[in-house]
């Protein structure tokens, strides 16, 4: 079986077995076609199933909406071109589907002779981490501002003003939780918003790009294909090809 071959292969099938000890913690093993191969327990409930053998060779595609599965895949394939997602902070589904604050790290699996046999990961909930939960709360009041109103244009000072810090303070702080600047932030988060119009409606490029905050069409391609990979026009593409 693939699975058997892969988790073989790669030597970790006692690792993989201690990820079930660990509460709060979602743990899975992909192929190179992003289908499950592995995964523990948490992993399987927080899916909604009970049991590994219901989810074996499903993709993000099966679990998740359309501009979710899309962003877990595309990091699938980024990652084994040598990308390394570690520790990212993201505001996701839980099993309830309600968002909540989320940790993702994500690597490449090599096998002895360093072929890619996949990719494999762990997410954790925060709000049950409270070590973790200190550095969300630590920027919540900005994150939650933006997130409500990247539509629009907002300006540095006034998000300082909404998190109660000086504007090199606010800087800082996004630095040191997020890895990147209160600008960078706002841009990724309306790139997101972009990606889920993009995937859930027919609405020309456009008119996506200046509901989600951006002036220029140009402009939101570029910076689109700069954190996705590809321009709006091809994700649609392979939207289609989904279908």
């Not at 099938?13 to 523990?40: G, M």
């Not at 009970?50 to 993000?60: N, P, V």
């Not at 968002?99 to 990719?119: I, M, Y």
Request: hydrophobic fraction near 40%; charged fraction near 25%.
């Amino acid at each position: 079986m693939i699975e058997q071959s892969i988790l073989t292969q790669a030597g970790v099938n006692q690792l993989i077995a201690a990820f079930d000890l660990i509460p709060d913690i979602l743990f899975w093993v992909k192929d190179t076609d992003s289908r499950i191969v592995h995964a523990n327990q948490q992993f399987v409930e927080h899916q909604g199933y009970k049991a590994l053998e219901q989810i074996l060779y499903k993709t993000d595609f099966d679990f998740s909406p359309p501009h979710l599965a899309f962003q877990y895949v595309n990091d699938d394939k980024r990652v084994m071109e040598g990308y390394i997602v570690t520790d990212r902070l993201e505001l996701n589904q839980t099993s309830s589907g309600d968002l909540a604050w989320f940790s993702t790290s994500k690597h490449v699996l090599l096998d002895e002779n360093g072929k890619t046999l996949g990719t494999y990961g762990v997410t954790r909930h925060l709000e049950k981490t409270s070590k973790a939960l200190s550095h969300v709360r630590a920027i919540e009041a900005p994150v939650e501002f933006i997130r409500t109103n990247y539509h629009r244009h907002i300006c540095i000072e006034e998000l300082a003003d909404v998190a109660h810090l000086s504007v090199s303070a606010l800087e800082r702080r996004f630095k040191k939780h997020l890895a990147k600047t209160p600008n960078q932030f706002i841009n990724e988060v309306r790139l997101e918003n972009a990606r889920k119009l993009l995937v859930e409606t027919r609405l020309p490029v456009s008119q996506v790009a200046y509901q989600c905050g951006f002036s220029e069409p140009s402009y939101f391609s570029k910076q689109f294909r700069r954190l996705f990979g590809d321009i709006p026009s091809q994700l649609r593409k392979k939207l289609a090809s989904v279908d």
